[in-house]
Nanobody, 120 residues
């Protein structure tokens, strides 16, 4: 069973920074893309950023220039550095990973979510 464990959420003031981490553990062959979604109260889930196995990254327009996604494949970990945070970034952030496993092909695994709150 593959698990994703997130850390790094919390409360920060406008303009502050947070760094989220998400580590995958368990039995698998490899991980393709990894990334972060978020869901704010009353809003639809939004893709924040993702990164391929070759470290090609994409970002939502709303976070470009402020957030940076990276990964350490040796640790099966993806990071989200969030700078210049705004109140509208307040949401639960979920990481995901495209897991490649023997006999199962490729499937998505999700983290449990971590709350990010930006106060004005």
């Amino acid at each position: 069973q593959v698990q994703l464990v997130e850390s790094g959420g919390g409360l920060v003031q406008t303009g502050g920074s947070l760094r989220l981490s998400c580590a995958a553990s368990g039995r698998f062959l490899s991980i393709d893309a990894m990334g972060w979604y978020r869901r704010a109260p009353g809003k639809q889930r939004e893709l924040v950023a993702d990164i391929t196995s070759s470290s090609s990254a994409t970002y939502a327009d709303s976070v470009k220039g402020r957030f940076t996604i990276s990964r350490d494949s040796s640790k099966n970990t993806v990071y989200l550095q969030m700078d210049s945070l705004k109140p509208e970034d307040t949401a639960v952030y979920y990481c995901y990973a495209n897991i490649r496993a023997i006999g199962l092909g490729v499937y998505d695994r999700w983290g449990q979510g971590t709350q990010v709150t930006v106060s004005s």
